[in-house]
């Protein structure tokens, strides 16, 4: 999957080595990338040699550049020059002064895994491996700015370094933009690469789609003015093990049996499957249903449980935009009525001190024109409603009692609850509705990018462009109805049992939701989703 | 000490069914006169006010006693708005102070047609569960409908949780909960906007690094309430430390009223002090196989040769025949182990002691109802041992400190202890078990030999003193700071509100600029902090460590779990201590072989196994500090030593250990490598710089001392110095040892290092590294940094000082050596008074005195006279020194030495 007009460099961890053949011949089908990079800083040649046989494009591992330690490769629109290890990164100087720059609109990115930050408690305090170097580098190409990727780091880091020239020494860090700096001073993007806390032992894979910033309203400080985009998966979402049910070891079993791709396992009989250890019919038949929900990219119910609102009236989609995971303003409420096709939104625009207002306005409305309304929302339980409740209970709180008997669902919960299977290899809505068909309007934002973007404008009064973080609240409303109608319309596993999941989630659960405490216990909890940042 | 003047409260005496007298009288086997103290505790009686004179008629009337006065004291505080700190002695009705607050409030709100909530934490489990029981009963007699709930790990999920959050009065927890749940803190939205009172009990065992996440944890809790517009009161309950106030704010941040004036009843009480008679050697040599790690490492410390200094019988032994010989007397009694498999052992012990001697104990069976209790039996088990003690079905329990807090179980006639706990506050709270009311009591300390037991029972007006220890939270350490901080931007953004509250600006700053640079948080303080890091950074918080993780101690694969070692999680510091692959260690009386450490795994571990083998591992240590310091110094009275407060990086590496016969104490195996790499701490400091005049006075004085082996090893040569640097490493090892007489510590959290040239192992003030990063500088091997010290000392241009450090051994610090500068004077003249009556009649001290097992040098060189004067000196106690100054000196080259 190609995600934008840029270049798609693909991160694998080393520990790809491991999966098989068929699987890293999914994970190129999936991203089909214009280069690879397995990531340093430690030398796994088996790993390279492994991504070798299955990706034709370009597979560098840079830990081993022995012979060239400064490498260019030119992926489509973009020039990448890797540097084998931190100590080498002043001989990158000319290579990157030659690499096509800023002129013929090809950007350049630099690829050192050994760039990374020590963070050190004790003196609070965070530095950045090679910075000297960095600032050297950049003095000698003569660059202002430099992009730099790094397995070092986790692909979620997205940081821009103002150095100073001299001296490498820290002048301010933004995320991803700085501010601004003086004439002293070089700005160095460092962008991870590398695998992202929480995914399994198989670790991460990502994939960075590189483009130059179309649209840079606020963003135009950033460094190279690149925009990337990033895409994570669980490194055991390919292959076989893509399937629900089918973990390293029954994978490992099936390619014994020669079943090495999902259509494969489809052409197998569910009589077969159940030979298998741990494997009941149940399972087999929900392991036909996955692949073929992959395979064809149509959705399928598990259980007869009704999607809430099916028989009635259906619920009002909603979404909304903060400035941050934990919000100090709610400041857009989106709400799309599929009834009569309409959208709605509430935003704070003049007064970013004050959360009162959209709250208010939103309650006067929700409960004046809709008071028998069911609402909707992809994973509101962990935040639309989790906050929109309490934001609720503190700046309207004589709407708090109605607000908590508006019946509320969350399809995202009702689908993970194990009520149906949907295409798509992650459980963001984005993935979800995209497999599903849904062609959004293109913003370019994400959660996070429209809370720092709302940040700014609380701090320095800079406006956003309303209309495009509107259009993104809007969209992942409408894409939320797009993935409802399909599920809604999927056929039921033939022969699958009536009983949901555990619980019946059809109906408002405030304040109990699922999300488990484990204290005491150190691994984050399994139910809490990675990567999905929905806000 | 009161020999018998208080005879009002003697009246009862008789009840008592054996005296401390008697016991010694009675005891089958000789002992020396010397070994044995009797001291003689006099009673008071009750001080009460009536309910109605601080209660309102609905709260007073149903109460069926007058309130102790402190009680009274406490709720009167309590209803001008103060924070109360109850600091009153065991079963003085602590819990009473803050449940009828509790019902106080609940009325008040009733009446205003609200809801009023509290939220209760205790230290365990067990505690939690028992004091549910005590609430709800209190509740019933007040005829109050108050819901009272326990919810922690134990609490089924789902429904029951969800019920507790939205219709609980009182929440009962601890604070690695409430760590975990203030991350889901809206669902608590009812019960935190109600929440007009936050009880603290057993307040004082919050200290060291628990304590400091304890201390961040209430910050953290105080944020979110104040989210939900509540501000609420504060109890506290404490055991008698010695600065409760101080303690308490620096648990709560806010102002608090000590009440400490205990109005409970209190019999008097016969002490003993029983110090076990030395060994044969036949005892000697069949070891005691079965005791808990430390006093085996004691009790095998120093070297091997023939003239190995004398040893007592352990406690361990010791105690449960004591114990044995009580309950054949008829006196109920609670004996206190310090492990659970000893509280085990000690039940089999007591019965052998009575076989043993069957011919003095001639009715076998009496007295023989007894049962060991501790954390590890089922809570049904605990419920009917606490249940069967109460009625006086059992004679005697064995217990750990699990039944030193406040569960209930009805006062016994006596305890006996098997060593010092450790501190003056545990000692109390555990004799506190004994004594019904005003009757007499009997209490029995069986001391180890080792430093601090000695140093008690030769000294017993320390236990008699009013001062207890002060108990140590220190906010200071930034590794746990800043961890705290991602906890608190993920339960609610972090802005402008919270400077000053949570944090000093620059602090929290910092900490937030280290976050952002690190991709951990977004945003700013005008607008809003979030954490963006991986999901819930609650569950990264390790309650007993202050950087990273603890480890885990788990049993090596394919082992049964019968041997579980059930030992807490480990500090990375102790794992590379005590814990490397090959190490064995004693724990609760079994040997167990460390097979596998594993650092990188999401949990570390490490994977022991059973195992029966005749020797025991002790690791070699080296020890350098770099780059200290100073941030506070001050002359200790005029008398030219110069003593400092900072911080600096200590290198600790555990190279190598040796196989040490457990038969003898001589090497089997030395110097095997540890392959650990040294670890670095950033941590603060105290150190002590000798004047030259005192210093080339004792050089002088003890020039013909000399240790050989030493000399050779380090092919020096004969060193002049040497004496007295056994004099600076003994007092060293004294001012360690000491240190938890004065403050509520483990020493095994303090480390030392005893040098003749200070100055090498301080920052300088112009080096040239000083723009580059500072981690450049840190060796990389602890061989660097001995070389860099070596090179600074070379380098230095004045004459540089002698004296020793003292650090905090954990990441960070835990404000230990903060507190050791505050109290040196006292601690010096405790070390002193100890090393100087230590009767082991050797140079080289003991392991009651100057021996320490942790010393990384092999207890080599120490000098107890040296020490001694050393200490006579900086107390200005020693002669004047102008003949002994030498002018002449032929200014011997000063070796750069320095002993751990």
Redesign the interface.
């Known amino acids: 999957m190609s995600n934008g007009d840029g270049s798609n460099l693909l991160a694998l961890p080393p520990v790809v080595a491991e999966r098989s053949i068929p699987a890293l011949e999914d994970v190129r089908d999936y991203f089909d990338p214009d280069g690879v990079w397995v990531i340093g800083p430690n030398r796994e040649p088996k790993a390279a040699a492994r991504a070798r046989q299955v990706f034709d494009p370009p597979v560098v591992h840079p830990p081993l550049g022995d012979a060239e330690p400064v490498q260019r490769h030119d992926l489509g629109t973009l020039s990448v020059v890797t540097v084998q290890r931190g100590a080498v990164l002043e001989e990158a100087g000319e290579t990157l002064a030659t690499a096509r720059g800023c002129e013929d609109g090809t950007p350049t990115v630099l690829v050192c895994d050994d760039v990374t930050t020590i963070v050190r408690p004790t003196a609070l305090e965070t530095t950045l491996e090679c910075a000297s170097e960095l600032a050297a580098l950049a003095a000698d190409a003569d660059r202002k700015r430099l992009t730099v990727l790094t397995g070092g780091l986790p692909a979620t880091y997205d940081r821009t370094w103002s150095l100073e020239r001299e001296s490498g020494a820290c002048l301010g860090v933004g995320s991803p933009q700085p501010d601004p700096v003086g004439a002293d001073a070089v700005v160095i993007r460092v962008h991870g690469l590398g695998s992202v806390d929480g995914y399994g032992p198989a670790r991460s894979i990502s994939s960075l789609a590189i483009s130059r910033d179309c649209a840079a309203d606020d963003l135009s400080a950033t460094s190279d003015d690149l925009t990337i985009d990033v895409e994570t998966l669980d490194a055991d979402k390919f292959g076989l093990e893509a399937v629900t049910g089918v973990g390293p070891k029954t994978a490992e079993r099936l390619e014994k049996r020669g079943i090495t791709t999902r259509s494969e396992l489809l052409e197998t009989p569910v009589a077969q499957l159940c030979d298998l250890p741990n494997v009941g019919p149940t399972g087999a038949e929900r392991m036909h249903a996955h692949a073929e929900v992959l395979e064809t990219g149509e959705p399928r119910r598990l259980t007869d449980e009704a999607l809430p609102g099916e028989s009635h009236r259906p619920p009002l989609c909603l979404d909304i935009e903060t400035d941050g995971l934990s919000p100090t303003i709610v400041w857009q409420v989106g709400v799309y009525d599929p009834i009569d096709d309409s959208y709605r939104a509430f935003v704070e625009r003049t007064d970013p001190a004050d959360p009162g207002p959209v709250i208010e306005s939103f309650c006067d409305w929700l409960l004046g024109t809709h008071p028998d309304r069911a609402l909707c929302t992809w994973n509101g339980w962990r935040f639309d409603y989790r906050h929109l409740g309490a934001f609720v209970n503190r700046h309207a709180p004589h709407y708090a009692v109605e607000w908590e008997t508006i019946p509320k669902f969350d399809l995202y919960g009702w689908v993970t609850d194990g009520n149906a299977l949907l295409p798509g290899r992650t459980n963001k809505l984005e993935d979800v509705s995209s497999a599903l068909g849904y062609e959004g309007s293109e913003t370019g934002l994400d959660g996070a990018a429209t809370a720092a973007a709302y940040q700014r404008f609380m701090r320095t009064g800079a406006e956003l462009e309303w209309d495009r973080h509107e259009a993104y609240c809007e969209d992942d409303c409408r894409a939320l109805w797009h993935v409802y109608e399909r599920v809604r319309e999927a056929p039921r596993v033939s022969g699958s049992g009536s009983g949901s999941g555990s619980r019946s989630a059809s109906t408002s659960r405030a304040g109990s939701g699922d999300r488990d405490e484990t204290e005491g216990t150190r691994t984050s909890s399994e139910s809490e989703q990675v990567g999905l940042d929905s806000f | 000490m009161n020999q018998h003047t208080d005879t009002d409260a003697n009246a009862d005496a008789t009840n008592i069914p054996v005296t401390g007298e008697e016991l010694v009288d009675t005891y089958p086997s000789y002992r020396e006169e010397a070994d044995v103290s009797l001291v003689d505790l006099p009673g008071r009686p009750a001080e009460t006010v009536p309910g109605e004179t601080v209660l309102r008629p609905d709260l007073a009337g149903p109460l069926e006693h007058d309130l102790y006065s402190h009680q009274a004291e406490a709720l009167e505080a309590l209803a001008n708005d103060e924070n109360v700190c109850v600091a009153t002695s065991t079963a003085s009705g602590k819990t009473l102070v803050y449940g009828l607050q509790i019902a106080r409030n609940y009325l008040a709100a009733r009446r205003r047609g609200e809801e009023s909530t509290a939220y209760v934490c205790y230290p365990t489990k067990a505690l939690s569960r028992d004091q549910e029981r005590e609430l709800n009963d209190l509740f019933d007699d007040l005829g109050l409908e108050i819901d009272v709930a326990v919810y922690?790990?134990d609490t089924e999920?789902?429904?029951p949780?969800?019920r507790i959050?939205?219709e609980a009065d009182v929440v009962i927890s601890n604070f690695?909960?409430v760590?975990?749940?203030l991350?889901?803190h809206?669902?608590w939205?009812r019960f935190f906007a109600a929440c007009d009172l936050l009880v603290i009990d057993e307040s004082h065992t919050y200290t060291g690094v628990h304590g400091m996440h304890v201390a961040w944890i209430v910050r953290r809790l105080k944020r979110v309430l104040a989210y939900y517009g509540s501000d609420p009161q504060f109890v506290l309950t404490s055991a008698t430390i010695g600065n409760p106030g101080a303690h308490s704010s620096a648990l709560i941040d806010e102002p608090v009223t000590v009440v400490d004036e205990d109005g409970s009843p209190q019999g008097p009480r016969d002490l003993v002090l029983w110090n076990p008679p030395m060994r044969t050697g036949e005892e000697a040599n069949g070891v005691d196989a079965i005791s808990d790690d430390a006093t085996a490492a004691s009790a095998s410390t120093g070297r091997a040769s023939d003239d190995d200094p004398p040893e007592r019988l352990p406690a361990t032994i010791e105690a449960p025949q004591v114990f044995s010989h009580l309950t054949y007397h008829d006196a109920q009694t609670l004996l206190f182990t310090p492990s659970r498999k000893l509280a085990e052992l000690s039940i089999e012990r007591a019965g052998e002691h009575r076989r043993r001697r069957d011919r003095y104990y001639l009715t076998p069976d009496r007295g023989t109802a007894l049962e060991p209790y501790h954390a590890g039996h089922s809570r049904k088990k605990r419920h009917g041992t606490e249940h069967h003690l109460k009625n006086g079905l059992l004679d005697g329990v064995a217990s750990t400190n699990a039944l030193e807090l406040g569960i209930n179980v009805g006062a016994m006639d006596a305890t006996v202890q098997m060593g010092y706990p450790g501190q003056r506050q545990s000692f109390w709270q555990q004799i506190g078990r004994a004594g019904r009311g005003e009757r007499r009591a009997l209490s029995v300390l069986v001391a180890e030999h080792r430093t601090l037991d000695q140093y008690v029972v030769s000294h017993p007006e320390f236990l008699l003193e009013t001062d207890v220890e002060d108990a140590v939270v220190d906010v200071d350490?930034?590794?746990v700071f800043?961890?705290h901080v991602r906890c608190a931007?993920?339960?609610?953004?972090l802005?402008e509100r919270d400077v000053g509250e949570f944090a000093k600006r620059e602090?929290l700053e910092?900490?937030l600029?280290?976050?952002?640079?690190?991709?951990q948080v977004?945003?700013?303080l005008?607008?809003?902090?979030?954490?963006?890091?991986?999901?819930?950074p609650q569950?990264?918080i390790?309650l007993y460590a202050t950087?990273g993780?603890e480890y885990e101690v788990r049993l090596a694969e394919g082992v049964d779990e019968r041997y579980d070692p059930e030992m807490e999680p480990l500090a990375r510091e102790r794992v590379f201590r005590d814990f490397h692959e090959g190490a064995v260690r004693l724990h609760a009386g079994q040997q167990y072989e460390v097979c596998e450490v594993d650092h990188d795994a999401?949990?570390p571990y490490v994977a022991v196994r059973p195992t029966n083998v005749d020797y025991y591992t002790q690791t070699r240590s080296e020890v350098t500090i770099l780059d200290a310091e100073s941030e506070e110094s001050r002359e200790i009275d005029d008398t030219g030593f110069d003593l400092h407060y900072g911080t600096g990086t200590v290198l600790v590496y555990h190279g190598t250990y040796d196989k040490v016969a457990v038969h003898g104490g001589k090497p089997k195996d030395q110097a095997i490598p540890t392959d650990n790499p040294p670890l670095q701490m950033?941590?603060q400091l105290c150190w002590l710089e000798v004047p030259q005049d005192v210093e080339r006075h004792l050089v002088e004085e003890y020039r013909e001392y000399s240790v050989p082996e030493l000399e050779s090893e380090a092919d020096l040569g004969p060193i002049p110095h040497i004496g007295y640097m056994g004099g600076l490493h003994a007092a060293e090892h004294a001012m360690i040892g000491v240190a938890p007489l004065e403050l509520t510590l483990d020493k095994r959290d303090l480390g030392g290092l005893s040098t003749l040239t200070i100055d090498s192992h301080l920052a300088m003030d112009a080096p040239s590294a000083a723009?580059t990063?500072?981690?450049d500088r840190a060796p990389r091997s602890i061989e660097a940094a001995r070389a860099t010290v070596r090179q600074l000392s070379n380098a230095l241009e004045r004459e540089p000082a002698s004296g020793w450090f003292v650090y905090d051994g954990i990441?960070?610090g835990l404000g230990f050596s903060r507190a050791i500068y505050d109290e040196f004077e006292a601690l010096a003249r405790r070390a002193r008074e100890h090393v100087a009556d230590c009767d082991c009649g050797r140079i080289d001290g003991c392991p009651a005195c100057v021996m320490d097992e942790q010393c990384g040098n092999d207890n080599v060189p120490l000098h107890r006279d040296a020490a001694v004067d050393i200490f006579d000196r900086l107390l200005g106690e020693g002669d004047s020194l102008e003949a002994a100054d030498t002018a002449d000196s032929e200014r011997e080259r000063r070796p750069t030495l320095f002993y751990s």
């Open positions: 922690d790990g999920r789902g429904e949780r969800k959050r939205e690695a909960g760590n975990t749940y991350h889901d809206d669902r939205a350490n930034d590794a800043a961890q931007a993920d339960e609610l953004a802005d602090r910092g900490a600029e280290m976050w952002r640079r690190a991709g977004r945003g700013h005008e607008t809003g902090v979030s954490y963006t890091g991986s999901p819930r569950s990264s390790s950087a993780q999401p949990q950033e941590t723009e990063p500072g981690d990441e960070g």
